[in-house]
């Protein structure tokens, strides 16, 4: 049985969104603040061991239905018209069922149609007002002021508002049976991993992290339904802690009570009960939690204690004691599980890069030794959800498990799946590009608030002294964003438009205009010029941003007339060569707009006409290129930093930090 999809209502920053789960792991990434752990904990409460929701788990939106509510209820109005308008949270499930169908167990009770090729059904939860209760709700509501009614509202929500539970039938939703929670969880096995796993202040204390979680493994093996083997395991483990009792027991039990006073010493009337008396119990989880240290193994006379290896190793290690404890613990219910999910936060905490990205790997091949070694090759129904902040995690994932949760608006989060923008078969080619684009460069695209696109090395090694002078000189904040940078030459920017456009991400492309003249003869050719001489523009990024669909290379015409409306697409800008103010002269790459933008810095002050100046811009450029753009700009990033930025990125610049954001449709869309 797997879970197809989840919808989510009310819950915190889900105020009404769907994500889809992969079969078998799905990973959550996305800015901060996004909704990420909203996902987790509404699992954790409606299906885990917390199982009470409270006044603000509501999404912020919904709060004003209370009051209208509550004012329906003072016109007298029908219970179930005031009931209609009182927020629910609610968290439905789409189950696919299919492996399944030669054994239902406890899945028969969830299933309401009859149809024999239908295997799918659907769970909703509810956190809603319990029946009857809508006089009670409004009955000792304080109204006089929004602080005392919404006082009174948290108040009767925490007493008054239960989780139900319904099975409902996916072709018609008003067949649902109302059912007892207990059954979700004979269904379901449900458990979470924590972002914070206690490791970073174990250093110095004796009862460790690593010896808490194999108590917890010997607890499952100790349960009446745990695998044979496993099971024989903990009892001869329980063998030795008896023995241990019967000695305790004896001399040591007399030795302890020496040592307690009796009562009558305190001098205290009413004191004269019996004498003192200490027993010493022992239990096997106890002293496997609390009194033992898990040791990494040497040789044979030389052992390390778990806190002597670094926060990385036991950061991995724990996770996968706790993956496996879970493990055994689905197969020690009394009842199997239909369906096992596991949430993971963050496991990126403390592993460096490389470990991150085989770990995120790995989950899959983790499943498949459990199912061989200790479960006889029987499926083990797990489904892995992994939220991160990692870029080496992010990356590495393939496309079809990514669920990106976006900040639409303060208190609202949108999730967007990547696969569905790629699914096409056009897009195949740029989908590859990036994932081994991404793969390789461990963009922060994912986590970014700003993002810039840029050429090459000369414009990454300029930027940051770029954005200083344009904060400087606008007033603004660009060096205080979040701003992810990635370097793509213009051939291949196309590629990351419809990425950029799912992560509605404001980008700034800052591209060339790669100014080519057009010459025919027995083979048409296409040599770089300066602009004011061009026929056509070489930059395959500038042709699909305009979706000009003319065969070869763009007409540079149709390029360099476009208004700087046209030049915003949806989220995202491009910045190409324009000529400085009050001149015309243009550049046909980031070197000679740099040039043209510091005529004075080298020697070109004087030049009065335009498509001169032009030209000795180009032919420095050239010489630039010849030499090395790495050193040219290392030389005014660093030596020479008194210059002019050149205008067009400027230009840029200044849409990127505008709060209000220009858009527009794209082609595709109109």
């Known amino acids: 049985m797997k879970i197809v999809d989840i919808q989510i209502k009310n819950f915190r920053l889900l105020k009404e969104v769907s994500i889809s789960l992969n079969e078998i792991s799905t990973l959550i990434v996305g800015r901060n603040n996004s909704g990420k752990t909203s996902l987790t904990e509404i699992f954790r409460s409606l299906l885990g061991t917390k199982k009470s929701l409270r006044f603000e788990d509501f999404n912020i939106a919904v709060l004003p239905k209370f009051k209208e509510a509550y004012e329906l209820y003072e016109s007298k109005a ?9 927020p629910v949270i609610e968290l439905k499930m789409k189950i696919n069922y299919k492996d399944n169908s030669d054994s ?3 899945l028969s009770s969830f299933i309401l149609d009859l149809d024999p090729d239908q295997f799918e059904t659907e769970i909703l939860m509810q956190y809603v007002l319990s029946d009857g209760k809508v006089n009670t709700f409004f009955s000792n509501i304080e ?19 239960e989780t139900k539970v319904y099975a409902v039938d996916p072709t018609d939703s008003n067949n649902r049976v109302l059912l007892e929670h207990s059954k979700l969880n004979q269904l379901f096995r449900i458990n979470f ?24 493994i010997f607890r499952s093996a100790s349960l009446g339904n745990a695998p044979d083997e496993f099971k024989t395991k903990s009892e001869e483990i329980n063998k030795v802690v008896k023995t241990l009792q019967i000695e305790i027991d004896k001399d040591f039990k007399d030795n302890v009570n020496l040592l307690l006073p009796t009562l009558s010493v305190f001098g205290y009337p009413g004191l004269h009960d019996p004498q003192l008396t200490a027993s010493t119990l022992l239990d096997a989880k106890s002293i496997l939690q609390s009194n033992t240290q898990v040791h990494y193994q040497k040789n044979s006379f030389f052992t390390l204690p778990e806190t002597y290896n670094g926060l990385g190793s036991r950061n991995l290690i724990y996770i996968l004691l706790q993956l496996y404890e879970f493990f055994r613990n689905y197969q020690s219910d009394e009842s199997v599980p239909k369906s096992h999910l596991i949430f993971i936060e963050e496991p990126e905490a403390h592993l460096h890069p490389q470990m991150q990205e085989v770990f995120i790997r790995q989950l899959s ?5 459990f199912e061989s070694t200790y479960n006889e090759g029987k499926c083990w129904p797990v489904q892995f959800v992994v939220t991160t902040h990692s870029t080496h995690i992010a990356n590495e994932a393939k496309f079809d498990t990514v669920r990106y949760f976006l900040s639409k608006k303060e208190n609202e989060t949108e999730i967007k799946d990547l696969s569905v923008v790629f699914k096409s078969g056009e897009n195949n080619s740029d989908k590859e590009f990036l994932h081994k684009y991404l793969t390789l460069t461990k963009s922060d695209l994912y986590f970014a608030d700003t993002a810039i696109l840029i050429e090459g090395s000369t414009e990454r090694i300029l930027l940051p002294e770029i954005i200083k002078k344009f904060d400087i000189s606008n007033s603004r904040e660009l060096r205080n964003k979040y701003l992810s940078v990635v370097e793509i030459g213009g051939a291949y920017a196309h590629h990351f438009y ?20 057009k010459t025919t003869g027995e083979k048409t050719s296409y040599q770089k010029s300066q602009c004011s001489e061009a026929t056509h523009s ?10 000009i669909t003319d065969a070869g290379y763009a007409d540079i015409s149709r390029i360099i007339t476009k208004s700087d409306v046209e030049k915003v697409v949806g989220s995202r800008r491009i910045a190409y060569q324009v000529p400085e103010k009050g001149k015309t002269a243009m550049g046909r790459s980031f070197e000679d707009a740099f040039i043209l933008a510091n005529r004075s810095l080298f020697n070109l002050e004087e030049e009065s006409i335009e498509s001169v100046a032009e030209k000795k811009a180009f032919d420095k450029a050239n010489i630039i290129g010849n030499d090395s753009k790495a050193n040219f700009a290392i030389m005014y990033a660093i030596d020479e930093t008194e210059w002019n930025i050149p205008h067009y990125i400027t230009e840029g610049l200044l849409w990127l930090s505008d709060e209000t954001q220009i858009t527009v449709d794209s082609e595709e869309d109109k």
């Open 78 to 86: 029908e219970e179930s018209e005031i009931r209609e308008l009182l």
């Open 104 to 106: 239902y167990g406890i």
């Open 143 to 161: 109204n006089t002021t929004d602080f005392q009614f919404y006082k009174s509202v948290k108040e009767n929500i925490t007493n008054l508002y």
């Open 193 to 216: 991993i924590n972002a914070q796993r206690g490791l970073d202040d174990e250093t110095h204390k004796p009862n460790d992290v690593l010896g808490k979680a194999l108590g917890s």
């Open 365 to 369: 091949e983790i499943k498949k030794v």
């Open 498 to 517: 419809k990425f950029l456009d799912f992560l509605e991400l404001k980008t700034l492309v800052v591209t060339d205009l790669d100014c080519s003249k």
């Open 538 to 547: 070489t930059n395959s990024g500038l042709k699909h941003w305009f979706n």
